[in-house]
């Protein structure tokens, strides 16, 4: 069955500092692994995706992360935080269907903290 | 009125209330989905629609109820609900292309059971 696992509960970052947010996922085949950020009070934003090819991806806002098949993990970095990166942070995981729509299973997500 | 609009933002409603949510994309995509998102647990995919079918029911209580009119709408009707329902409810869409089917959501409908 699929799972994504994100362990850290909370994150606590100071501005310009680097961040990295772990994602482990469990997935039988290729996956398709997604990173969303969420603002409070408002939706799932795609910050970035992987489907194949290259390795590290790169996203929106800056942000950036690494495919790595042997530890089934698929992590999120950006190399300076900025304030207005406060948010919660999901992963994702889902499969190549033809039936004209994905499931997608979510992690319990990453609440980050940004200090001044 | 871009992207994935829901409506309304905020519900209040009684148990014995009957209400319904709706969920409208601007994106041309044709594929839309219901999802649940409780306090300290993982997104739950409620329904899913591809070509305004019914192509996922997770399992869902009886007492939600959606409808797709067609590949722009969405609905969720609700009645007789518990206070555990009480969540933010978020509606998604993608499209059915080249085997890529990054969803896009909306901001959600804040639902309070009393």
């Known amino acids: 069955a699929q799972s994504v696992t994100q362990p850290d509960i909370h994150i606590t970052v100071s501005e310009g500092a680097s961040l990295e947010l772990r994602c482990n996922y469990s997935?039988?085949?290729?996956?398709?692994l997604f990173w969303y950020v969420q603002s409070p009070g408002q939706g799932l934003q795609l910050l970035l995706k992987?489907?194949?090819?290259?390795?590290l991806v790169q996203g929106i806002k800056g942000f950036e992360a690494e495919f790595k098949r042997s530890q089934s993990s698929f992590n999120l970095r950006k190399p300076s935080v900025h304030w207005s990166d406060a948010a919660e942070y999901f992963c994702a995981v889902g499969g190549r269907k033809n039936t004209g729509f994905q499931k997608l299973v979510f992690g319990t997500g990453t609440r980050l903290l940004v200090s001044p | 009125e871009t992207g994935v609009t829901q409506t309304p933002r905020h519900l209040v409603m009684g148990m014995t209330n009957k209400k319904s949510l709706k969920c409208e994309q601007h994106?041309?995509?044709?594929?839309m989905y219901w999802y649940k998102q409780s306090a300290k647990k993982p997104l739950e995919l409620m329904f899913v629609y591809s070509l305004e079918e019914r192509v996922e029911n997770n399992s869902v209580p009886s007492r939600f109820s959606p409808e797709c009119p067609n590949s722009s709408h969405l609905f969720l009707h609700l009645h007789t609900l518990q206070p555990e329902d009480s969540a933010l409810y978020l509606c998604a869409s993608s499209l059915h292309r080249d085997n890529s089917y990054e969803q896009y959501f909306g901001p959600g409908t804040r639902l309070t059971v009393t």
């Open positions: 992987y489907f194949s090819g290259d390795t």
């Open positions: 997935y039988g085949a290729t996956p398709y």
């Open positions: 994106l041309g995509h044709n594929a």
